[in-house]
């Protein structure tokens, strides 16, 4: 299988930071950030020690695509996509807030659900629900964006209450969240899947409140096979997932819940190759396209020659 990409290490003219995420690593230049997907992946806030093959490139391209066709509903930071594994764009202050929105009683909600919380993010949810259910309405449940760490829940009042996004525009990433999870909503119906909840970031450009960051990727988002739903509900059975909580699974089926104290288990060849399969299928049933492996030998070197030419 292909070399993948756990970090990278350029020097592009003009540049005056880098930055390495979870899973990205950004460049600044001039007024343009350079997002490079790399093959990192994370699960309840930390670095997993393998990389998984052509996830970057997974990511980068479902987060082109829907970025592209949510572009009507709120202007986004994307400039060009030079690579496969590469966007430039507008470099925006971000809102230091993630705009996490929940369909369906799942995953960290559902978890919190059976720990007997009812409130989650400020906001009510009933009683007699079961993993998975869906919920009576959508319901947005903000984190705020840890540096390191694990990011925290957070309820709009205490976003309002401590200043930490001023209402007028919070109301704005409300609104911009609402109406992107009903187009992704539509997107994934369409492709059999039920959206089931997502996170959005935001930043502000010239004064104006922009989409940044990724959008309905596997990593930010979590979806449903539709056509198996209410049969596997009426069941008691897991659901059919494209996300990445079978990697969280398998790390709580392995005593690692990212607390102090545990120990990251390792992953073998054969669980490396089973995340990236997974990961392809993914793009193939969000997008309804064939996923094109890239096998350029020298990854690398085609990213810098291909963002040194987008920067000109």
């Known amino acids: 299988m292909k070399k993948a990409i756990k970090s990278t290490d350029f020097h592009f003219p003009g540049q005056t930071n880098k930055y390495g995420g979870k899973v990205r690593d950004v460049y ?12 990192r992946i994370s699960a309840f806030d930390v670095i997993l020690p393998e990389p998984i093959p052509y996830k970057g490139q997974v990511l980068n391209q479902i987060a082109a695509k829907f970025l592209d066709n949510t572009k009507y509903i709120v202007p986004n930071w994307v400039e060009s996509i030079p690579d496969p594994n590469v966007t430039i764009g507008k470099a925006c202050k971000p809102f230091p807030v993630e705009m996490v929105i929940r369909g369906y009683l799942a995953g960290h909600a559902a978890r919190e659900y059976k720990a007997g919380k009812r409130t989650l993010c400020g906001v009510s949810l009933p009683e007699g629900l079961k993993e998975n259910d869906k919920l009576p309405e959508p319901i947005i449940t903000p984190s705020t964006k840890a540096v390191e760490g694990h990011d925290e829940d957070i309820s709009r009042e205490e976003i309002l209450s401590q200043g930490i996004v001023e209402e007028s525009l919070y109301v704005q990433l409300e609104d911009y969240t609402r109406k992107l999870f009903k187009r992704g909503t539509e997107i994934a ?8 909840d997502t996170k959005y970031e935001f930043g502000l450009f010239e004064g104006k409140v922009i989409l940044i960051d990724e959008v309905h990727t596997p990593d930010s988002s979590r979806y449903f096979y539709k056509n198996t739903y209410q049969e596997l509900q009426d069941s008691n059975s897991p659901q059919r997932q494209l996300s990445k909580e079978f990697v969280r699974q398998w790390l709580i089926s392995q005593g690692f819940q990212g607390k102090e104290g545990q120990v990251v288990p390792e992953m073998d060849e ?14 193939e049933q969000i997008t309804g396209e064939t996923f094109v492996k890239d096998t350029t030998e020298d990854v690398l070197k085609r990213m810098e020659q291909n963002i040194l030419n987008a920067l000109g």
């Open 28 to 39: 600044t230049v001039g007024d343009k950030l350079v997002m490079v997907a790399s093959d």
């Open 270 to 283: 054969n669980m490396v190759t089973s995340i990236s399969e997974r990961y392809i299928e993914l793009y």
């Open 189 to 196: 119906a369409e492709q059999g899947l039920i959206l089931v």
